[in-house]
């Protein structure tokens, strides 16, 4: 018996990963001689020669095989029907399949799953997945994914598109990879174990994920044969332990299989961490200067020094009246969002607030980034007193809320964003998250704050930062950490540390990308990393100094800097312009991909690759990176000329409201106009497309063109500007536009102003009457409503507009 074998483990918490040498006991419906078991090794290999007349000795492997067999009109679909057709499982198979697996994959064709599913008795409408099913947004626990396709699903004329088996489907497998792809990897990176049965790396794409995270290797488990040769041996050394004792000694071992019960305890949690405010209390150890001076330099964040610390500001700045808001705001509310521009420290606020929430009798939870909360954890929680859940982002919350249902009323939930999501997604905030919602804003540093701040720096010893002119009373923590950068002794200090990173092309990349992603305050996926780039980011940092984790934090979900303010001085002040540029058309384009491919547009992987693609083509983005210079232009427009060229960003709408806003900025308005227009020309061909974007930026557009016109002559787009008049004021009751629609009746006065004597009788009247409408929604918003959003200014300027319409004179015209 292996001694690296686990002696007890969950089977709930458990990955079964099911290779062709797990249904090698079964019996098919082939009555053929050698061939009455679902293939193993070169068996299918030899029935599709056999079938097609190729010699025994073709040297060409089953995926050619396969490709010619289709190719050339043989019945491929009743060979593989008959062999892999399951009328009898062995017993050693009902042993493993009766356990509840946390997930079962495999690559197999068979339908062994399903027929051991149906002689229990069990639903499997919900529990049996297909590599060509739509991926949900929830997987129930004990489903099953065929990751290479099913005999199930398939059908006579699609064999090719519903099995991954000719040598054309497995590249188009790789490039195109399935969401289903992602569950796997966040199940095999959350689970307790992976046992691999009869699995031994021959099939690419699942080995890819091992090799893309090695800290999984030693949860993973290779049941096999023995093996006759070392090869065979080594051949998965680097993903896990082989053991040898194959199904039957599997099985023998499933007496270690212990299905947990409720957790008893808060760390027992699997999906979510605790906050325990016991623990490490005997021994605090306050932060080092050294560590303070790494968190202003780095934005490298030590939980447990906070800890330590608060209340008082010892490592990190307390904002103690900030703080005392979110107590009250949570004993009003049943959903707390902590909001700020991207750099402006409201995850450490966050943070901060676990620790203090814990030291007054409230128990926090953080669900783990890219974990499903478990049934069981929730349970748990459901129990405990004044429970506050955190997420780890707002997608996450989204994601997640409805799987809370049955919470205590005392719950509290705590989601973390930043305000230029909040702003876009406001009437989605308000109708996915919990019971009453509330906001807190923290962008600004307060008078205590700004006190504190400077007593910190002169404690890490930096007190000449602590004499910056920029600390005063409504400060934006973001502006002080970028101006501290140019402090001497800081700016070498990040040299000293980033600098050699950068002398590997491919660490420049895998770094670059993840900057790009953190500064546009978007998640670091590894997987999207790789994407992007085509480099293996694990592979590449561990080829670097240990001073690597000085400038990145990076494990199994994310690889970034550790700070979004760091990230995006490291963008200004060590990458090339033109290099920056040609890693946002890098990332784009694989969000554009994933985007083309998507078969589910509510789900995460969705909505994170259509907010990575707006977010870092957006040209305030681009701008503030390059710089507001002819050079920095020249830049953005190649980049964008890029997109415009590249097959699948060109399709996107919000990819030519970028561009469009481009020329506004020039201003060219005939390309801005015209591709303004383009980009609602692409958004008719996806028709789940929602518009509020472009309709927003194309009402002030219309604006500034008639602005721009020339007087004397008449209003040339008035029939559009009614129109797109009527459909923002309807926008106005939703909170997530409101700020935008605003922003762009600001402009009518002016133009009413400047060609007042262009408009026609009937045109005067007819926009007086439709901007009346618009005065009479601003003015029904509510105290709150018009304050958060500034409308009032809005609604002040269209009644001059009004006014001065009412009062044109048409005598003479």
């Given at each position: 018996m292996s001694d690296e074998f686990p002696t007890s483990f969950d089977p709930s918490r458990c990955v079964l990963f099911l290779g062709a040498g797990f249904s090698a006991g079964a019996k098919n419906r082939s009555t053929r001689k050698n061939f009455q078991s679902p293939p193993v090794g070169s068996a299918l290999n030899d029935a599709m020669k056999e079938m097609s007349g190729l010699p025994k000795d073709d040297p060409s492997d089953f995926a050619d095989t396969a490709g010619y067999v289709i190719s050339e009109g043989y019945d491929l679909f009743s060979l593989l029907e008959e062999l892999y057709t399951i009328r009898e499982l062995s017993e050693e198979q009902k042993e493993v399949l009766k356990l509840p697996w946390w997930r079962i994959y495999t690559t197999n064709y068979d339908n062994s799953v399903a027929v051991y599913r149906?002689?229990?008795?069990?639903?499997?409408?919900?529990?049996?997945?297909?590599?060509?099913?739509?991926v949900p947004r929830q997987i129930r626990p004990g489903a099953t994914i065929h990751l290479h396709g099913s005999i199930a699903k398939c059908e006579p004329d699609n064999v090719d598109k519903s099995l991954v088996l000719s040598r054309a489907s497995y590249i188009e497998q790789r490039v195109k990879k399935s969401e289903w792809w992602d569950w796997y990897e966040r199940d095999i990176k959350?689970?307790?174990?992976?046992?691999?049965?009869?699995?031994?790396?021959?099939?690419f794409e699942p080995a890819s994920y091992l090799a893309r995270h090695p800290d999984l290797k030693s949860k993973c488990h290779f049941i096999l044969r023995a093996p006759k040769s070392p090869v065979a041996i080594s051949k998965v050394s680097n993903f896990g332990y082989r053991h040898s004792f194959q199904m039957e000694g599997f099985v023998k071992r499933l007496s270690g299989a212990i299905v947990a019960k409720r957790p008893e305890h808060e760390n027992e949690l699997v999906t979510f961490q605790y906050v325990d405010p016991a623990k490490d209390n005997k021994l605090p150890e306050k932060a080092t200067s050294a560590e303070i001076q790494e968190l202003f330099s780095f934005g490298r964040f030590r939980f447990h020094a906070a800890k330590?610390?608060?209340?008082?500001?010892?490592?990190?700045?307390?904002?103690?009246?900030?703080?005392?808001?979110?107590?009250?705001?949570?004993?009003?509310?049943?959903?707390?969002?902590?909001?700020?521009?991207?750099?402006?420290?409201?995850?450490?606020?966050v943070e901060s607030l676990k620790v203090i929430l814990s030291e007054k009798s409230y128990q926090c939870f953080t669900l783990k980034p890219g974990m499903s909360p478990l049934p069981q954890d929730i349970l748990f929680i459901s129990g405990v007193e004044n429970p506050i859940i955190f997420f780890p982002s707002y997608d996450s919350a989204v994601a997640n809320f409805h799987l809370f249902e049955g919470m205590p009323d005392d719950a509290r939930y705590i989601v973390e964003m930043p305000t230029s999501i909040l702003q876009v997604r406001m009437q989605e905030v308000q109708s996915r998250l919990r019971g009453k919602t509330s906001r807190l804003r923290v962008d600004t540093l307060d008078k205590d704050d700004v006190t504190n701040l400077k007593e910190l720096l002169k404690k890490g010893g930096m007190t000449r930062l602590a004499r910056s002119p920029i600390l005063k009373p409504g400060v934006e923590l973001r502006d002080f950490i970028l101006a501290s950068y140019e402090d001497p002794e800081i700016a070498a200090r990040l040299q000293k540390a980033v600098g050699p990173l950068f002398e590997s092309a491919a660490a420049k990349r895998v770094i670059v990308t993840a900057a790009i992603l953190k500064a546009a305050g978007l998640p670091t996926e590894p997987v999207f990393i790789e994407d992007a780039t085509g480099d293996d980011p694990y592979a590449t940092l561990h080829s670097l100094s240990e001073g690597v984790s000085e400038v990145l934090e990076y494990g199994l979900e994310k690889i970034e800097p550790h700070s979004s303010i760091f990230s995006e001085y490291i963008l200004k002040k060590y990458i090339d312009k033109t290099e920056f540029a040609g890693a946002v058309l890098r990332i784009a384009s694989e969000a554009a991909r994933r985007i083309d491919d998507a078969t589910d547009e509510t789900s995460e992987r969705f909505r994170l690759a259509r907010n990575i693609m707006s977010s870092t083509l957006r040209f305030s983005f681009?701008?503030?990176?390059?710089?507001?210079?002819?050079e920095g232009r020249k830049i953005i427009k190649r980049l964008y000329e890029g997109c415009r060229r590249d097959v699948t960003i060109q399709k996107e709408p919000l990819f030519w409201l970028q561009y469009s806003i481009?020329?506004?900025?020039?201003?060219?308005?005939d390309l801005a106009e015209s591709h303004i227009k383009e980009a609602y020309d692409r958004a008719e061909a996806k028709p789940s497309f929602k518009t509020y974007q472009l309709d927003t930026n194309y009402l002030g557009l219309l604006f500034d063109?008639?602005?721009h016109g020339k007087v004397g002559e008449k209003i040339s787009r008035f029939d559009e500007i009614l129109d797109i008049i009527d459909v923002c004021r309807a926008m106005i009751d939703d909170g997530s536009h409101r700020g935008h629609v605003a922003k762009s009746f600001n402009k009518v006065e002016r133009m009413v102003s400047k060609r007042a004597e262009d408009f026609s009788r009937a045109q005067a009247a007819a926009l007086t009457y439709a901007l009346n409408l618009v005065v009479n929604k601003f003015s029904s918003l509510t105290p709150?409503?018009?304050?958060?959003?500034?409308t009032d200014s809005t609604r002040e300027s269209l009644e001059r507009a009004v006014s001065k319409l009412k009062n044109l004179s048409f005598t003479g015209r």
């Open positions: 149906a002689a229990s008795g069990e639903k499997q409408g919900a529990l049996i997945h297909d590599i060509t099913d739509p959350t689970c307790q174990f992976v046992f691999f049965l009869g699995y031994d790396i021959n099939d330590a610390s608060l209340p008082e500001s010892d490592y990190i700045l307390f904002r103690k009246n900030s703080t005392n808001s979110a107590l009250g705001l949570l004993q009003e509310s049943n959903t707390l969002i902590v909001h700020a521009r991207i750099g402006n420290g409201k995850t450490i606020f681009l701008e503030s990176v390059v710089g507001r210079t002819p481009f020329w506004q900025d020039a201003p060219r308005w063109l008639e602005f709150e409503e018009r304050a958060v959003w500034g």
